[in-house]
């Protein structure tokens, strides 16, 4: 009977190293796996991190955690979450806090806005893993000098179009994430917020009306891109490698991508800081990126906390960066040569990072956002006054969990 179970039992005690179920997005580089590999072994036999891949699409990956943490499913330990997720997750009770010594390392050398985003009611539930934030892309044989404003960009272009060159400047406009997050970065930008700092109620205002106003002007101006209400990410970035625009605000995959796939246009591929919309006022990107949380539900929670800060060390954040184009969330590793060389705009995303905002931290974020980016989609159909007034509305019964959000 001893031999039968000892058979069956798999991760009993002193059968082998406990393995860890790590849930995170799909990463096609080798980098997160090398990352898994790489702790196990550092571990000296304790522990193996099993790597799973979650669907590709950030609501599919929610979408599974959410139903098997609700049905506490004792099979997660590590995981993977959208910067947007933590304060939900730790609402719900899902996640663990991170204290004492593993908060200490947690925090050390780790950028101020990636940790805003893995902070909920001034506790620490995740550590950040990679971040992001996006930069204005430009060619200079087109565009000799970047624009540091809105306006200034706008000039550019209609200067362009009147001489028949290409002109578009690439944006997220379908109505998904991608248009949220042009909405907070250019309220914050203009000194506002969407949500208040204690994050009971809608902010907006002013700031909110001129963001608002902004993005219809530029829909409606010789910018814009005829597909920029369908337009995401990669449609950006195929429009830019296509010859078909002059500038882009997108994040930094672009940047090996034009290498990649147009070795000629990249000759005069270049990078600015995010457009401002005073010249006198800082823009403040947003941020993405992953945080690693510890499951409320894993048997293993001390190896879970080890294992964690093990897959962001040094070593593991610099192979993500230079494998798998994410940018660090450890202050330090942007002065490092190698991720230097290989992007020349690394000190460009730090200086971004530094004076980024983050997308409103609350547990009914889903709702905020869709809120946003249903009022504003399309962009030129935008009023801004009145599409403020919704968006306000509408979050403040997301906020109060009354109404219905479209």
């Not at 522990?47 to 599919?60: E, F, V």
């Not at 933590?86 to 925090?107: L, Q």
């Not at 798998?324 to 991720?339: A, H, Q």
């Not at 009022?375 to 906020?399: F, H, N």
């Amino acid at each position: 009977m001893a031999s039968t179970l000892a058979a069956c039992g798999g991760e009993q005690e002193g059968s082998g190293p406990t393995t860890l179920n790590w849930y995170n997005f799909p990463d096609d580089s080798g980098a997160l796996q090398k990352a898994a590999d790489r702790c196990g072994r550092a571990s000296g036999g304790r522990y193996r991190i099993s790597y799973n891949k979650l669907p590709r699409g950030a609501d599919g990956q929610r979408q599974q955690m959410v139903r098997r943490l609700a049905a506490q499913d004792d099979s997660l330990d590590i995981l993977g979450l959208d910067v947007t997720w933590p304060a939900e997750f730790a609402e719900a009770r899902w996640i663990r806090e991170w204290t004492g010594e593993t908060k200490r390392r947690a925090t050390e050398d780790t950028l101020r806005a990636p940790l805003r985003t893995a902070t909920w009611k001034g506790r620490l539930y995740a550590v950040p893993y990679n971040t992001n934030t996006q930069l204005l892309w430009y060619r200079e044989d087109l565009v000799p000098t970047p624009p540091t404003t809105w306006s200034e960009m706008l000039t550019i272009s209609r200067d362009l179009a009147r001489r028949g060159k290409p002109h578009y400047v690439e944006i997220q406009g379908a109505q998904y994430e991608g248009l949220t997050v042009w909405f907070n970065t250019l309220v914050n930008s203009a000194g506002g917020s969407i949500l208040n700092p204690s994050a009971t109620a809608p902010s907006l205002g002013a700031p909110a009306v001129r963001a608002a106003a902004l993005m219809r002007d530029f829909a409606r101006s010789p910018a814009a891109d005829p597909s920029l209400p369908n337009q995401m990410e990669d449609q950006n970035r195929l429009a830019m490698e296509s010859g078909a625009a002059a500038l882009e605000i997108n994040y930094p995959f672009v940047y090996p991508s034009m290498k990649a796939n147009n070795p000629q246009l990249f000759k005069s591929f270049r990078w600015a800081p995010y457009p401002r919309i005073d010249a006198d006022r800082p823009a403040r990107p947003t941020i993405g990126g992953i945080d690693l949380a510890v499951s409320a539900y894993s048997h293993h929670p001390d190896l879970a906390f080890e294992a964690a800060l093990c897959l962001r060390d040094h070593e593991n954040q610099l192979t993500a960066a230079l494998e798998g184009g994410l940018p660090p969330t450890l202050r330090s590793l942007y002065d490092e040569p190698t991720l230097m060389k290989q992007y020349p705009f690394s000190q460009d995303v730090l200086a971004a990072l530094e004076s980024a905002s983050v997308r409103p931290v609350t547990p009914a974020y889903q709702n905020v956002s869709i809120a946003v980016s249903h009022t504003l989609s399309p962009p030129s159909a935008v009023k801004p006054e009145s599409s403020v007034e919704t968006i306000r509305q509408q979050i403040d019964d997301a906020l109060r969990s009354e109404g219905v959000i479209p």
